[in-house]
């Protein structure tokens, strides 16, 4: 069993909570939230606290708060004994100042608490300063997904623009085609399947062999003429994403 | 029973006869294709013709042909009975130059041949010249779509530039991703499940609603560094989406 502290009471530590209370080799001995009382919505039956003081001994401390009050938050973290690690996609390792040995916990998606979440398939980028502490969190990732990889801080930081590309710019693709339908007074509806066609497609096959429509078929009648229909932000998107594709085409 | 003669041989006319084949309502009598003998993966229990001379009676005709051959194709059809639509996205409807009712009959969505298609998921936008064969042709496609939508041509150019950014705009998006990982030697498994969900809940949220990251968060710190990390066409995207995010915040 891993005894785990969980320290934070935001939409992360929500769905960690329950995740870790669920999975059988995880002992989940404390939960930390700087207010006096976590939400009732967490599981009453785990031990909590807000005071830094009072922390339990663990085998991991898991800090899952604010990317900007990860710093000052860990210098608060005296104990020289366990494992402490952020749950930040955009921080690097170093930027935990604790005494205990330092790692971090990266589960790969976007949370709100009032959606289900299932860890199972979530993927988490882990990373340890100490080799030796490595199977450890390993374990734990193990413990609650099955898409665990290690990710150093710099291949992190790369994995946070990439998913900025993956999954904000797409969704901002998404946006403007539902523009497009509103303008024209007819359903986004209309377009959905084809979305979720799109997402489904990648998880098989290599984006670039997915790809189809005019500029993957380099039709320039059919690219000019989409392009006369445009004006300002989209039309300045659509000329740069079809050259995009061109020019992925001829790399 | 609605008597249908299907025209081509290509991946859409490969997968409508098969829907067809199967409706209950649909009694597909016969397949048109120019070359002597249809790719035997059709069902051969349908009647084939090469021959346009030979066409059987039908309610309705479907010329599933590649876009730039519909117009001279059409020509060629000197019948005056029944309904003739054609399959393209981006096509009006008076490209069609037949003597019959003419129609448009556009399922939306990516086909390949070595893939299976259901069609009930799939949308199918349609558009009549006579208001009097809307009932027969909204009959055909609920026959085998759950999602029939009325669209006329001025909407549906408007639909095809909408599913260009929807599809190949995202997909590029999801190809530089993989593009980022590659470079920087981690797997682009670990962004597959955040692509599905991000497809997912923009079938339920206003994919306005349902952005995140650092554009949405103003985050300039995060998005200036993300920028230093680009270069090229990768950097131009990231601040011309980062922006568009930021303005649809301030619509």
Redesign the interface.
């Known amino acids: 069993m891993i005894k785990v502290v969980l320290l934070g009471a935001g939409n992360l530590a929500f769905h960690l909570a329950k995740a870790f209370d669920i999975a059988t080799n995880i002992d989940f001995v404390q939960h930390y939230s700087r207010n006096a009382s976590i939400d009732s919505e967490f599981n009453q039956k785990i031990p909590t606290t807000n005071s830094l003081n009072n922390l339990a001994q663990a085998d991991i401390y898991i800090i899952a708060i604010n990317d900007d009050s990860i710093a000052d938050f860990s210098k608060q973290l005296t104990f020289k004994k366990g494992l402490v690690v952020h749950t930040s996609g955009?921080m690097p390792l170093n930027i935990l100042h604790c005494k205990a040995n330092k790692g971090v916990f990266y589960p790969?998606?976007?949370f709100s608490k009032d959606q289900k979440v299932d860890f199972k398939?979530?993927?988490i980028?882990i990373e340890v300063e100490k080799r030796s502490d490595f199977n450890l969190l390993e374990s734990l990732a193990q413990s609650i997904s099955e898409?665990v990889?290690e990710?150093d801080s710099?291949?992190r930081?790369?994995?946070?623009?990439?998913?900025?590309?993956?999954?904000?710019?797409?969704?901002?693709?998404?946006?403007?085609?539902?523009d497009?339908?509103d303008?024209?007074?007819?359903?986004f509806?209309?377009?959905?399947?084809?979305?979720?066609?799109?997402?489904?497609?990648?998880?098989r096959i290599?984006?670039?062999k997915?790809?189809?429509?005019?500029?993957?078929r380099k039709d320039q009648k059919?690219i000019l003429n989409?392009v006369s229909?445009?004006s300002g932000?989209q039309k300045?998107?659509?000329t740069?994403?079809s050259?995009?594709?061109i020019?992925?085409i001829n790399e």
Chains 1, 2 share one sequence.
């Open positions: 955009s790969l998606q976007t398939g979530i993927p980028a898409n990889y990710i710099n291949q930081e790369k994995l946070h623009i990439a998913a900025v590309f993956a999954n904000n710019f797409s969704n901002q693709m998404f946006k403007i085609a539902k497009i339908c303008e024209n007074n007819f359903s509806d209309i377009l959905k399947p084809l979305i979720l066609e799109t997402a489904n497609k990648v998880q290599n984006p670039e997915a790809q189809t429509g005019p500029a993957k059919v989409h229909q445009l932000e300045k998107l659509y740069l994403m050259k995009s594709i020019n992925s």
